[in-house]
Each structure stands twice: as structure tokens, then as C-alpha cells.
């Protein structure tokens, strides 16, 4: 630890606590971050991180006890506009502009200069003084709608600087970034650090916190774990304090894996036209194939063309070694197609309904009597199974969906999945928003299912889950599938024997 | 409780998660019937304002319970139809319209051809309403705005078929339906026919919405339509049915209206029918979003307007003072409720 002691910190957050209902998302975590410096927060998904962040932000109200001082100040955040006047911006995953207004009116959003109630323009030309600053290439008067993410983040800094913020929280700014737009924002990270901003960077990656970080500080599973400063931050020390133990144990592969099994599902030069260019893999039966890539590269809409939820252009799917060509999801399934969608909420569950309606839903059709009537003893047998087969925690058949945990949420929609019976299993982002416990027990599932000769596709950002699960890998890059680690390919599957053909960078070509 | 309580388990967990789910139930149980306690405490507050200023509980009586089912009765059938569509989060402005056609068909057919009009009507019914789900479903536009058009449209079709003339019918074939009476008890306790039909539509609508196959999709595709699609649940079909069934219902409405007037006039019958069925279910507790509510919730909230303009009227209020306590009371019953549920979640 060696932050300069003698310096006072900009920001200090100490005992911060959340929870919400009887779920803790926050226990007693502290942060200390200094003018001049990016202090980059790790820790797997469902650690706190965002949550300590929205604290930050004013948009969640810690628990009582808890403190934050800026400048040595006791800070009173209480809402989003407290924690803008006390100089905390946040520059969030899912960009907060409003695309239909233009640069200069979206650095102005909520704070335009008035005369009256008209808006002044004339007062607001420190906007486009700001942007030619931070290097933009594009003018202010550019609909938002026009950019691209890189310059719209570009967009949301300028806002910052310009509210005069001291405080930047980037949430995983790169995620959606090119190598060379990536490049230009540590640029500009350098230049920010240097007017004497503090920056809170959040990220997974572990090659960005050598490039940037003057000080890492770790959460798990909402607690505080640690802080590394300098020589300290090694990246064995990072994983261990993210996972808190030996990784090996984490991931289970007790299935034969890639040995095995006939293929059951081979596509080929499959298109949408869009987004996917160019899918071609074959999954084989009992195996657990991985899906990477970059965040956009197309792994979620190959998966959702292969299950018929987007209308295909060209390419085919064979099933079992038979071309199918669905309509619709109603006739993937049918036909022995499951898919887990990566946006449980929102594409997934129906929050409102109970596990039991949940659990059933895709199989009460079949389960039912005399031309639709409910067979609601064999549907509660089902969901009885279920919570004992994947342990999923609840109270009972009835409880309602919305109220559970992530992790259990993310069983309720797996065992609606296996209910029917699927031959191929694409599960997209499988453990995204799941905690510790339940991320090891579905790797459990995954492997059982791959054991009982299941052909499984797994998508996931995380490359240690993919290099931990699966038998072999298929990266995407810009909507094609490029290659292949594992296997016969004679690639062994490494975070960077994925990361090499994801980014098109050969490694030795890379400076990290 | 079980025996899980031995020292230092983690038992707790359990147990307050079993907590939860009889709260969780009973959240469910309020929301449906939340409003049959406002429903009785109104009640008595009629009847108790009735004898102090009449000096005589006219309000409470068998005879004016019967009157007041019976004047429940098309209201609640309408509101059964438009908790299958505002269930899927959407909504059926035409209810009244095709209430009026179907009341205007059904009387014509029924000159010429009898008890055919009863089905003539309630096919005139299904007809709009499967236009209706077919405009939202396969070319996918907005509820608000295909039921908005045929509001007008079909009041102007049942202008139409009866020259915009009110067509009398002294001898109606079907008029029992709205005039006979089940007797339970001679001379005490008889059931109109029309509360009879309202009482099976709304326990057939519970059947379907809670005990099929396509009850558990009405509500998925209501709770979230793309999750739906994407378990490939045939979502069009759903909305074609919930939209076909508002129709049909607001068919048989129209025969009960027929039944009970000997009449029908395209341009009055059933004037902003629809308002009041969509009142009823939201009173009823159903989410103006989709995907939660109950059909009992719904025939409480029928019952509570129609107590509402019962006693308004047996208290001698002016017709313009009833709208305006209609609508307060309406608002109010909902803040009501909301305020109640977000308390009872903090808690």
C-alpha cells in the first residue's frame, strides 16, 4: 500500500453498507481514491462493484453508518444532483445521452445557460472549447445519434469536465471500443490524470490494469477484500483476492469432453446480414464448445439465428445431421433447441409469475390434459424435481420470481430450459449477475448435462469460466468466426489464445 | 415448523423464506380481493346514509340486491373481456360499439329468424374482435390505436344496419334473458338471468385464465412478450384470442341489453360502455401494464360501480353530481390500493 500518505484523498468512502430486502449487497466497503490517479476496481460480477458505484452516484442510498468524504469532507450524496455538486461523474456501460440531441445540447442536458426561460447558446460555447480539447473529431452541433460509442463516451467526459467533476467513474469503457479507440482513451485517461482528476476505472481486464492502474482495490461477493498499490498489483494476487480461492477447484470437467459423441449441431456460413456475418462451427454430442469473443462480435445473435429468433439470409443448420430451417423459436424448440438468453429480465423470465408457472411454462402445453387444460399436480412435480435436482433456493413452487436472487433466478430459467429436454443447449453468458455459490453449482449442471451426452454452447465474456468449462473454443471477430482453440486445432485454450484471435493482435505483437 | 432448528444451523433461512412466500400469497390474495372490503364498507355506508336521509334502509333489501346485480351484470361481462386484454398489457376501447352492433344484429336476425339472433349477435361480436386482434397481432399496431379507430367505426356500422333507427321489438325471442329470474326461494331470493349470465362468464374466465395452457400464456405474454416469444409461445395467437373474446363478450352484452330494453338504438346503446369496464378492472387490481390481476378483482370493481350508481340514485344525487363522485371515488379507490401495496412491501 502506497498511496502517498501525506496527500489527502479526494475521495474516501468508509463502512459503506446496502442491502436490499434480505439481499447484502454491500458489507462495510471502503475506497480511497487520490486527485491524479486511477484507481481501478476489480472483482467478479455480482461483487459490489456497480453497487459502490451507484452509491457514489446518489442513485442508491447507502445504509446507515457509512461515510463519505471528499477532500476530507464528509460528502452528504443523497441523490444523483448532491453527488454531481460534490464533483462525481459516472460514465456508465450503457451510455446516458440522449441520442436524438446533439453534442453540444447533450454536455448541456439538465444545466443549459438561460436567459429567462429561453436557452442561451451563447453561453455555452465552453462545451465546444472542452470537446476540441479532449481531441474530438467531430463537431458540436453532430447529432449524438451520429457517433459512434467511442466518441460518445468522448461526449459524456466532456460532460464531465465541463460540470467540473473531479470524480470519473468509467464502468468498463473498453468493453465496446476497437484497439485503436481503446488506445485513444488511455490517451486521454493519461491527459485526465495529469489535470489532477481522480479515476475510478471498473474493468475485467487484467492487461488494462498494468496499463493503467496506480492502485487496485478488490470486492467479493460485496465485501471489501483489499487494496494493491504499485509493485503490489500482480495478477495471480488479483484472481486470488476476485475468487478468494484455488481456481482450479472452481470449474468442474469431470465429462469425457471432446472425444465423444457424433456432431449434433453443424453450422455453416450462417448470415443475418447484419451483425452476423459468418458462423460456421459444429457441435458434437456430450461436449461443452465455448463461444468468444469481444463484447459485439456477434456471439448473441449467431446463437439467437441458430434458434430462429432473427430472420437468417444465408448459411444452414444442421440438427442431428439433418438441415432444419425454423420458422420461429416455437419450432427450434420443438425440435430440440434450447436457448438461455443473456438478459434474464428482459428476455428471459416472466418476473411477475410464480417458479412454478416459470418452470412449466415451455412444457404445460405438452403436460396438459383434454386439448389445454392444466395438469397442475404433474407441474408442481416438475418444479419439486427441479429445486431439489438444481438447488435452487426458494421457498417453494409458489414463491414469485421477481423476489429471488440472481442466482437462483438464473436456475429457474435453466430448469425451464431442461424441462424440455433439449439435445443442443446454447446458454448465453450462463452466470452473468450470479454470485460465487451458484456460479460454481451451474458449472456442476453444465458438466452433468455434458455427461449425459447434452451438446452444449456456452458464450461467456469471462475468458476464465470459457478456458475453466469448456472442451474446445470458437472466437468470433466482427461477426465471423475466425478460429478455433482446443481440440485438434493443436491451440492450447488460454485466456490469450482466445483474447489473440478475438482481437486479430498477435501476441508477441502486443506490448502488455 | 420442522425440526431444522438444531443450535448454530443456519435455519433461520428457511423458515423466513417460508415467511415469505405466505406474504408473497397474500399480497396476491389482497390484490385480487383488496377491494371487497372498500366494497362492503361502502355498501354500509349507503345503507347508512339511506336511513338517515330517507329514513329507510331501501338500500340493502333482496329486492334492490337483485336490481343492483342485475345492473352489474353487462358491465362485468364486458370487464371479464377486457381483463383477458389488459392482462396482455393492452386495451379494447371498442367494447361499447360492438356492444351496440351486436345488440342491433341480434334484434334484426331475431324478427326474421327468432333465437338465431342470440348467436347472430354474439358472432357479430367475435367478428370485431378477432378484426380487432388481428390488426394488433399480425400487423402489429397499437391496441390504443385499432380499438380507438373502431370505436367509431363500428358505432357507425351499427348505425348503419338499422337505417339509424331504433329497432322495437315487442315480441323479442330472446327477451328472457333479460327479464326472467332464477328462483332459489319463492318470494325471497331469485337471480336475474343477467347476473346468472355475468356470475358464468366471470367463473368461466377464471377457468380459462388460471386452470389452461393458454391462461398461463395470456399472462406470460402480458408479464413480458419478448420472453414469451422467445419460449415460442405463439404470441399472436394470444392476442387474436384476448381481443376475440373481448369481442364475443361484448356480443353477449349486446344481447343482454337487447334482452332487457325490448330495443336497440345504434347511435345510444352502450355509450362509453368501455369506460366503465375498464374502471371495473382496474379497480379490480389488474396492472394497466399486463401480466398481473385476477377476474375477481374485476367483478368487485363491476360491483362497486354499480353500488356506487345505485345508491347515488337511491340517495336522490343529481345525475351531474353522480359523475363527479363516480370518478373521484374510482381515483381514489386506486390511490387507495397503491398506497396500501407499496406499504405493505415496505413492511
Redesign the interface.
Known amino acids: 500500500m502506497a498511496p502517498p500518505a501525506d496527500r489527502q484523498p479526494l475521495l474516501e468512502m468508509r463502512y459503506v453498507s446496502k442491502t436490499f430486502g434480505a439481499i447484502r449487497a454491500l458489507k462495510d466497503v471502503q475506497l480511497t481514491a487520490y486527485g491524479g490517479q486511477v484507481h481501478v476496481l476489480m472483482g467478479e460480477n455480482g461483487a459490489g462493484k456497480s453497487t459502490l458505484m451507484k452509491v457514489l452516484a446518489g442513485a442508491n442510498l447507502p445504509d446507515p453508518g457509512g461515510e463519505i468524504r471528499i477532500d476530507g469532507k464528509p460528502a452528504a450524496i443523497v441523490d444523483p444532483s448532491s453527488a454531481k455538486s460534490a464533483g462525481v461523474a459516472i460514465i456508465y456501460q450503457e451510455l446516458s445521452l440522449a441520442p436524438n440531441l446533439t453534442v453540444l445540447e447533450n454536455i448541456y442536458l439538465g444545466r443549459e445557460a438561460r436567459r429567462g426561460p429561453m436557452i442561451d447558446r451563447r453561453r455555452m460555447s465552453s462545451g465546444s472549447e472542452i470537446l476540441a480539447r479532449l481531441g474530438a473529431t467531430f463537431g458540436p452541433n453532430t447529432l449524438v445519434a451520429d457517433l459512434s460509442i467511442a466518441e460518445r463516451q468522448l461526449v459524456e467526459i466532456a460532460r464531465a469536465i465541463d460540470a467540473k467533476s473531479r470524480i470519473l467513474v468509467m464502468d468498463e469503457p473498453t468493453t465496446a471500443l476497437s484497439d485503436r479507440e481503446t488506445r485513444r482513451l488511455f490517451q486521454l485517461i493519461a491527459r485526465l490524470k495529469a489535470e489532477g482528476l481522480a479515476i475510478i476505472y471498473i474493468t475485467h481486464r487484467m492487461a488494462e490494469v498494468y496499463e493503467l492502474a496506480d492502485c487496485v482495490t478488490v470486492l467479493r461477493d460485496g465485501r471489501y477484500i483489499g487494496s494493491l498499490a504499485g509493485e503490489e498489483i500482480k495478477p495471480e494476487t488479483i484472481v486470488q483476492m476476485m475468487v478468494g480461492r484455488d481456481l482450479s477447484s472452481f470449474y468442474k470437467k469431470a465429462h469425457s469432453g471432446f472425444s465423444a459423441g457424433k456432431p449434433m449441431l453443424e453450422v455453416s456460413d450462417l448470415s443475418d446480414g447484419r451483425r452476423v456475418k459468418r458462423g460456421t462451427f459444429r457441435l458434437h454430442e456430450g461436449e461443452v464448445l465455448g463461444l468468444a469473443g469481444l463484447v459485439g462480435a456477434g456471439r448473441t445473435e449467431l446463437a439467437r439465428l441458430i434458434y430462429a429468433a432473427g430472420p437468417r439470409v444465408a448459411g444452414t443448420v444442421k440438427l442431428g445431421g439433418r438441415d432444419v430451417r425454423h420458422r420461429g423459436p416455437r419450432e427450434a424448440r420443438e425440435s430440440g433447441l434450447a436457448y438461455l438468453t443473456e438478459d434474464r429480465k428482459g428476455h428471459g423470465l416472466f418476473l411477475d409469475m410464480t417458479v412454478s408457472e416459470n418452470i412449466n411454462l415451455q412444457v404445460c402445453g405438452k403436460d396438459a390434459r383434454w386439448g389445454g387444460w392444466l395438469n397442475l399436480r404433474r407441474a408442481r412435480q416438475r418444479t419439486l424435481n427441479a429445486i431439489r435436482s438444481l438447488a435452487i433456493r426458494v421457498s417453494g413452487p409458489d414463491a414469485q420470481v421477481g423476489a429471488l436472487s440472481g442466482g437462483n433466478q438464473q436456475k429457474v430459467l435453466l430448469s425451464r430450459l431442461l424441462e424440455t429436454q433439449p439435445k443442443v443447449l446454447m446458454l448465453d453468458e450462463p452466470t452473468r449477475g450470479v454470485d460465487i455459490g451458484a456460479k460454481s453449482e451451474i458449472y456442476r449442471i453444465i458438466d452433468d448435462l455434458a455427461r449425459a451426452g447434452v451438446a452444449i454452447l456456452v458464450i461467456s465474456s469471462e475468458l476464465p469460466e470459457i478456458v475453466g468449462i469448456c472442451d474446445r473454443v470458437v472466437v468470433m471477430r466482427e461477426g465471423v468466426t475466425v478460429g478455433e482453440v482446443g481440440g485438434r486445432s493443436g491451440t492450447p485454450i488460454t485466456e490469450q489464445s482466445i483474447m489473440a484471435l478475438a482481437t486479430g493482435v498477435e501476441l508477441s505483437q502486443d506490448e502488455i | 415448523m420442522s425440526g431444522a432448528m438444531s443450535p448454530g444451523s443456519p435455519a433461520p433461512?428457511?423458515i423466513?423464506?417460508?415467511?415469505?412466500?405466505r406474504r408473497?400469497?397474500m399480497r396476491g390474495v389482497m390484490r385480487s380481493f383488496g377491494m371487497l372490503p372498500v366494497l362492503i364498507v361502502l355498501g354500509i355506508l349507503i345503507q347508512l346514509a339511506c336511513i338517515h336521509f330517507t329514513g329507510e334502509g331501501r338500500f340493502l333489501t333482496a329486492q334492490n340486491l337483485s336490481i343492483m346485480a342485475q345492473q352489474a351484470s353487462i358491465n362485468t361481462v364486458l370487464a371479464a373481456g377486457m381483463t383477458f386484454v389488459i392482462l396482455t398489457g393492452g386495451i379494447d376501447l371498442s367494447v361499447g360499439s360492438i356492444l351496440a352492433a351486436a345488440a342491433m344484429v341480434g334484434m334484426i336476425v331475431s324478427k326474421e329468424a327468432g333465437l338465431v339472433g342470440v348467436p347472430a349477435a354474439m358472432l357479430t361480436g367475435l367478428l370485431f374482435g378477432v378484426i380487432n386482434g388481428a390488426l394488433i397481432a399480425y400487423i402489429r399496431l397499437p391496441p390504443f390505436i385499432v380499438t380507438l379507430g373502431s370505436l367509431t367505426a363500428v358505432r357507425g356500422f351499427a348505425r348503419l344496419v338499422g337505417n339509424d333507427l331504433t329497432v322495437f321489438d315487442p315480441q323479442l325471442s330472446f327477451a328472457f334473458v333479460g327479464n326472467s329470474s332464477l328462483t332459489i326461494i319463492p318470494g325471497v331470493v331469485s337471480i336475474p338471468c343477467l347476473a346468472l349470465i355475468a356470475f358464468l362468464v366471470v367463473v368461466m374466465s377464471w377457468l380459462i385464465l388460471r386452470?389452461?395452457?393458454?391462461?398461463?400464456h395470456i399472462?406470460?405474454v402480458g408479464?413480458?412478450e419478448?420472453?414469451?416469444?422467445?419460449?415460442?409461445?405463439?404470441v399472436a395467437g394470444v392476442l387474436l384470442f384476448v381481443y376475440g373474446a373481448s369481442g364475443l363478450l361484448a356480443g353477449v352484452g349486446g344481447v343482454m341489453q337487447a334482452a332487457r330494453l325490448y330495443a336497440a338504438n345504434g347511435l345510444q346503446l352502450g355509450q362509453s360502455y368501455e369506460l366503465d369496464a375498464i374502471a371495473a378492472v382496474i379497480l379490480g387490481g389488474t396492472?394497466f401494464v399486463g401480466?398481473?390481476g385476477s377476474i375477481w378483482g374485476t367483478l368487485i370493481g363491476a360491483l362497486m360501480i354499480a353500488v356506487l350508481g345505485n345508491g347515488l340514485i337511491l340517495l336522490g344525487v343529481s345525475d351531474v353530481w353522480q359523475y363527479i363522485v363516480k370518478g373521484a371515488v374510482i381515483i381514489g379507490a386506486v390511490a387507495l390500493d397503491r398506497y396500501r401495496l407499496t406499504g405493505a412491501a415496505r413492511t
Not at chain 2, 423466513?16 to 412466500?21: G, I, L, M, R
Open positions: 433461512a428457511p423466513a423464506a417460508a415467511d415469505d412466500a408473497q400469497k386452470r389452461t395452457v393458454l391462461g398461463t399472462y406470460a408479464g413480458n419478448s420472453a414469451a416469444r422467445l419460449a415460442g409461445i405463439n396492472s401480466g398481473v
